[in-house]
């Protein structure tokens, strides 16, 4: 074939798709290389999400705990103020 009766448009045309192509598959590599990153980065996130919850279930519980202490003790403190109270004003101190 002989080039010389090939029209130069044709040929600016072919390697302008040629350019276009090969701008398309580099910039699609760059783009999964970013996705792959974001992907592994975002793994990460979710296993220190999963710990962060871990650590405050175990802290909701403690605070759980705590209440129910606090409250046996208020109970306690109110029977020993009865107790006292009522010794006082009986004079069983004596």
Do not use: H, Y
């Amino acid at each position: 074939m002989d080039f010389s009766t090939v029209n130069p448009t044709v040929i600016i045309m072919i390697m302008t798709m040629l350019g276009n192509l090969v701008a398309t598959i580099w910039w699609a590599a760059s783009v999964s290389n970013k996705v792959s990153s974001l992907e592994s980065r975002v793994e990460s996130m979710e296993a220190e999400q999963l710990s962060f919850d871990t650590q405050q279930m175990e802290r909701w519980g403690m605070i759980s705990r705590l209440d129910e202490r606090t409250a046996a003790m208020m109970l306690g403190i109110e029977r020993l103020e009865r107790r006292i109270s009522s010794m006082s004003t009986s004079g069983g101190g004596k």
